[in-house]
């Protein structure tokens, strides 16, 4: 990479993030996208393009949740639909598939952001199948080396899907140990499951 061509992503991201790309770029650095010839810069131009265009390109973005050629790209589309759009519930089968943990995310990037984007599908409408995985992680791990991050985050993305704000979901309240919060979101969400599957 040159470091011209550094300069320009640095100043597409700078103009993306304080709004200044005109309508008319951002479709042109869209088109490019569609045509795949984004290359190595898809990421960046991806995020320009949502950051900038909007859920105009949701369309777009959502093409990009499953991308088994770059994981990181996958996080950036969940992220995108989840937190910045809300439009999460419409594509919660992709949430489902990435939260199986496929064998092309080495790096956990994309499964890492189905659990926080689950979360926020959560804390936007109840689904109790995506409630019931979030609560297994949480209890039960992956059955890897790297199970206490992931359980965290399950507990976190509970936390947020019973409708802590973003500061609240992760980390407990003040004089209360994080085992201590940890279990209480847990029995919050069994109770949760609870009175859904008592309701007809």
Avoid: C, N
């Avoid at 490019?32 to 960046?44: F, Q, S």
């Avoid at 995020?47 to 105009?56: E, I, K, L, T």
């Avoid at 489902?96 to 936007?124: K, Y």
């Amino acid at each position: 990479m040159t470091a011209t061509h550094d300069e320009y992503l640095r100043q597409l991201i700078a103009r993306a993030k304080d709004g200044t790309i005109p309508p008319q770029e951002v479709k042109q650095i869209a088109q490019a996208v569609t045509e795949y010839r984004a290359g190595r810069d898809l990421y960046w131009r991806l995020y320009a393009v949502a950051r900038a265009g909007g859920p105009a390109y949701e369309p777009l973005i959502a093409t990009y949740l499953i991308h088994p050629e770059d994981p990181e790209v996958s996080a950036l589309a969940v992220q995108v639909l989840t937190a910045h759009w809300r439009a999460g519930m419409k594509y919660r089968e992709q949430i489902f598939e990435l939260l199986g943990s496929p064998e092309w995310d080495t790096s956990d990037d994309a499964f890492m952001a189905a659990v926080s984007g689950a979360g926020q599908i959560l804390h936007d409408g109840f689904d109790a199948e995506l409630l019931r995985a979030l609560l297994k992680l949480a209890e039960e791990g992956r059955g890897e080396y790297d199970d206490d991050l992931m359980q965290r985050l399950a507990v976190e993305a509970i936390a947020r899907g019973l409708g802590a704000g973003h500061a609240e979901s992760t980390r407990p309240p003040e004089g209360v140990t994080r085992a201590e919060w940890s279990q209480g979101l847990l029995r919050a969400a069994r109770d949760r499951l609870h009175e859904a599957a008592r309701q007809p």
